[in-house]
Nanobody, 115 residues
Framework: QVHLVESGGGLVRPGGSLRLSCAAS????????MHWYRQTPGKQREWVAT???????SYEGAVEGRFTISRDDAQNTMYLQMNGLKPEDTAVYYC?????????WGQGTQVTVSS
């Protein structure tokens, strides 16, 4: 069974930076496709970024150029470096692991961008 734990959220001013982490336990991290999603109250969870097992990355348009997804397979951890944060980035951020046909979610970490 895969267990994911996000950390690194918090309150930051517009233009600031945060680094989120997603620590994975259980088998399969090295072959997993890892993702970040985010959700605000009353809205559907939306995709933010993906990194494959070959470290190929992709981003949602609104975050491309500001956010960087990465992974450390030796530490079973994925990261999201967020720079140039905007109030509209405020959300609960979730990591997801896709291993073959199985999907696993973390519990989320709150990011608030406000002056």
């Amino acid at each position: 069974q895969v267990h994911l734990v996000e950390s690194g959220g918090g309150l930051v001013r517009p233009g600031g930076s945060l680094r989120l982490s997603c620590a994975a336990s259980g088998p399969g991290f090295r072959i997993a496709i890892m993702h970040w999603y985010r959700q605000t109250p009353g809205k559907q969870r939306e995709w933010v970024a993906t990194i494959t097992s070959q470290h190929t990355t992709s981003y949602e348009g609104a975050v491309e150029g500001r956010f960087t997804i990465s992974r450390d397979d030796a530490q079973n951890t994925m990261y999201l470096q967020m720079n140039g944060l905007k109030p509209e980035d405020t959300a609960v951020y979730y990591c997801k692991s896709s291993i073959l046909r199985d999907q696993y979610w973390g519990q989320g970490t709150q990011v608030t961008v406000s002056s």
